[in-house]
């Protein structure tokens, strides 16, 4: 079955210090990824994407198909930076995304 | 270029009773996805329109059902109202038709069922 875990519901960090969501899937297929954010009083909107491996915000997240991960990282986090994160995985052909429950990311000063 | 829209924001509505939630995507697009986000289950995907065409389904059951218009527009509706339904149902517009890219979503409609 196609799944997307994202293990921890809660990860506090100080700021400056290193940020690592992780994001592991479960497809037999080729799969797309992606990251979503959600900050505070605003909408879902998307990250980065896999394919497009571009560092947005500082943040970068590498597919590891042997894994079957996609973890999103920062070097230094901002305070800025709290709020939720969704991993997704579309699955090709089907139009259909399965996002992961979220993992609440919040920076401590 | 005006964001997705839903419309209402809220909903307050008795076990038993049928709601209707509608989703104007961004001009242009014609490519609507419906979500039901609750705190425990994150987003859970119910359906996809493109071109009035219902493409694809997630496991839901057959009290939820969408329909899409000819400009883009999309409903969803439930019938016989469970308070399990409870939720913030988002829908997300997405430009290109035959593959799904960056999706842009709405601000969600609260459903409450009491």
């Known amino acids: 079955a196609q799944r997307v875990t994202q293990p921890e519901k809660l990860l506090s960090v100080f700021k400056g210090a290193p940020v690592e969501l992780k994001c592991n899937y479960s497809?037999?297929?080729?799969?797309?990824l992606f990251w979503y954010v959600q900050y505070s009083r605003q909408r879902l909107q998307l990250l980065l994407r896999?394919?497009s491996r571009e560092s947005i915000k500082g943040f970068t997240a590498d597919l590891n198909k042997g894994e079957t991960s996609f973890h999103l990282k920062k070097p230094f986090a901002q305070e800025e930076d709290s709020a939720m994160y969704y991993c997704?995985?579309?699955?090709?052909?089907?139009?259909?995304?399965?996002f992961g429950t979220g993992t609440r990311l919040k920076v401590l000063a | 270029k005006a964001g997705v829209t839903q419309t209402p924001r809220y909903l307050i509505k008795t076990r038993g009773q049928q709601v209707t939630l509608s989703c104007s995507p961004i001009s242009g697009h014609r490519s609507v996805s419906w979500y039901q986000q609750t705190p425990g289950q994150g987003l859970q995907f119910l359906f996809e329109?493109?071109?009035?065409?219902?493409?694809n389904k997630g496991n839901f059951p057959g009290r939820f059902s969408g329909r899409q218009f000819s400009n883009s527009r999309s409903e969803m509706n439930v019938s016989t109202l469970e308070l399990g339904d409870s939720a913030l149902y988002l829908c997300?517009?997405?430009?290109?038709?035959?593959?799904?890219?960056?999706?842009?979503f709405g601000p969600g409609t609260r459903l409450t069922v009491t």
């Open positions: 329109y493109f071109s009035e065409t219902q493409r």
């Open positions: 997300a517009s997405t430009l290109t038709g035959d593959y799904i890219y960056e999706q842009y």
């Open positions: 896999h394919i």
């Open positions: 497809y037999s297929g080729s799969p797309e």
């Open positions: 997704a995985l579309l699955t090709s052909g089907t139009y259909k995304y399965i």
